[in-house]
């Protein structure tokens, strides 16, 4: 039996709580601190998921390291102290009863997960509740540009178009599979998703300097802005529009900038005028200033390899 075998057998030996092979494994040179299970959690780190307190105490006085976890950084230390095993989870430990809410769907069955259902899906996609393209409209261009170019036979990233459909599509899945939280709780629109996004502005950028393609990215991008901007401004709907008639109806003086007015000079006894105008004027500057930066140097970038390439030929 190899050192690879024996480490794997001592993990073992700390999951079924077999102190008598533990020892023997240690005994026959085994690292104490390896980690060589799928999960790449170290022999301290299962038995403290086993519980075995005499197994852990053995451990660690033959040297093993309380803060050497698995590929997750995760230390067994902190998680033992904060929720008793390194399997827990926070979602697990919530105020309420233990019979209501959090605690039974993250507990029972698949630890709060399931099959993605139609309302789920339709939930994080489409719905004005936490639906993606509901509060980012410009995504649903970023989404057809990447499917047109992933059956374009002439393009050459055709592979590289498909992994990134292939990520949002898993994503999605993923997130709608959870039975109960799939919205992300009380937030301003579907925060679980938000790592997709960088994926989905590359075939939306690849495809501004097409015909119409500019006019609608520019349409839609600066409608996604609104609904986002004002979503944080005012009280948290939930609802993708919510925000929006708000704005129009109260004006540019929101309830952060009130909130900014009243702190600066209640709170911080500073002598600063806060104004929402100004703040607005401030934000569109920007938002202009990068958009065109940016979409000139990818206009430039795509115009030069176009003639690189001319010239090549």
């Known amino acids: 039996m190899n050192i690879k075998q024996l480490s794997i ?35 301290l780190f299962v038995a403290v998921g086993s519980m075995d307190y005499d197994i852990i105490r053995y451990l660690l006085e033959q040297g093993a390291d309380a803060n050497h976890g698995g590929s997750a950084l995760w230390s067994p230390l902190h998680e033992a102290v904060c929720f008793g095993s390194p399997f827990a989870t926070p979602y697990s430990f919530g105020t309420a009863p233990e019979d209501i809410g959090v605690h039974v769907v993250h507990v029972g069955g698949w630890g709060g997960f399931g099959l993605p259902t139609f309302a789920s899906i339709w939930g994080v ?3 004005l509740y936490r639906g993606i393209f509901a509060y980012m409209p410009v995504l649903i261009w970023a989404v057809f540009c990447g499917i047109r170019q992933s059956f374009d036979r002439t393009d050459a990233y055709r592979f590289e178009w498909k992994i990134i459909l292939a990520i949002f599509g898993l994503q999605i899945l993923f997130n709608s599979s959870m039975m109960q939280f799939w919205s992300g709780g009380f937030v301003w629109g579907p925060r679980y998703l938000i790592p997709v996004i960088p994926f989905l502005i590359i075939p939306m950028a690849y495809h501004f300097n097409k015909k119409w393609s500019s006019s609608i990215i ?80 990818f206009t430039i970038k795509t115009s030069s390899d176009g003639v690189e390439e001319g010239h090549s030929r």
């Not at 996604?224 to 009280?235: A, M």
């Open 218 to 297: 520019i349409t839609t991008g600066l409608f996604s802005i609104l609904i986002n901007w004002t979503g944080v401004q005012y009280i948290l709907p939930q609802n993708a529009l919510g925000a929006v008639p708000m704005f129009f109806l109260s004006g540019l003086t929101s309830q952060l900038y009130q909130f900014l007015e009243l702190y600066f000079h209640t709170y911080a006894n500073w002598n600063v005028q806060v104004s929402a105008l100004g703040g607005w004027m401030i934000l569109g500057l920007i938002i202009v200033f990068i958009w065109l930066i940016e979409t000139r140097y």
């Open 125 to 127: 996609t489409f719905s």
């Open 9 to 43: 057998k001592l993990q073992d030996a700390c999951f079924d709580e077999d102190m008598g092979l533990v020892k023997d494994c240690i005994k026959l040179g085994v690292d104490i601190n390896g980690r060589v299970n799928p999960a790449r959690y170290s022999p």
